[in-house]
C-alpha cells in the first residue's frame, strides 16, 4: 500500500490512541527511565570520563544542546514525512513535548521510518561525534546522545503498537493523536 493524501474509500478507522493516556504515557515515562538509567550505567561501568575546567559552561551548553536536539529531532521527523509522502508537516508545542503531525495517510513501514528515523540518524551522529568532542564537552554530548535514544521513547511505542495492525494499514498521526485505518469488513 502506497502513501495517500486522502482515505481510500475502502478503509474505515479500526484504532485510535493518544500518547498522552495514561496507560500510555506510564508505559513512554517507565522506557525513558529504563532507557536513561542503562546509559547511567554505561558511563559509570566504563569510568567513562567527563571532566570540565568550566562546569558552568558546560551546563550552560548542555542546555543549548537538549533544547537545539529536540528541535533537530522533530523537524527529522517532519523531512521524513514530507519526503515519504509529499505532503507538509505540521509542528506544535505542547508542553512538555515538542510534536509532528501531518494529514498524509502513511503505510506502516513508512510510518515506522518516519517513528525512527530521530533516533537512528542522530544516534549515528552523535555516536560518531562522541570520538571527536574535546574532553571538556564529552558530558553534554553523551546528555544528548542519551536524550537521544530515551526521548524516543513514545516514537518507539508507536512503532508496537503499529507492528500489531495488519499489514495494509495506513496510520495518519496529526500531532495530538495517531489514528489506524484498514480496509472495511465486507459481508
Known sequence: MKNKAHLPTNYELTNSYDLKQ????LIIQITFIIIAGIF???AFLSNLEFSSENNGTVALITILSVNIYMILHELTHGVSISMLSKTKSRYKFRFPFLT?????YLNKLSFITVCLAPSMLWGLIL??????????YLLSLYIVL???F????????QVVLVLKTPKDSLVKDD???????????TE
Do not use: C, E, H, W
Not at 555516536?127 to 571538556?136: D, H, K
Open 22 to 25: 495514561t496507560k500510555l504515557n
Open 146 to 148: 542519551a536524550l537521544n
Open 127 to 136: 555516536g560518531i561525534l562522541m570520538f571527536f568532542i574535546p574532553q571538556n
Open 150 to 157: 530515551a526521548g524516543s521513547a513514545g516514537d518507539y511505542l
Open 175 to 185: 500531532g495530538t493523536k495517531t489514528n489506524i485505518y484498514g480496509m472495511k469488513k
Open 100 to 104: 509532528t503531525g501531518t494529514d498524509a
Open 40 to 42: 547511567v550505567l554505561i
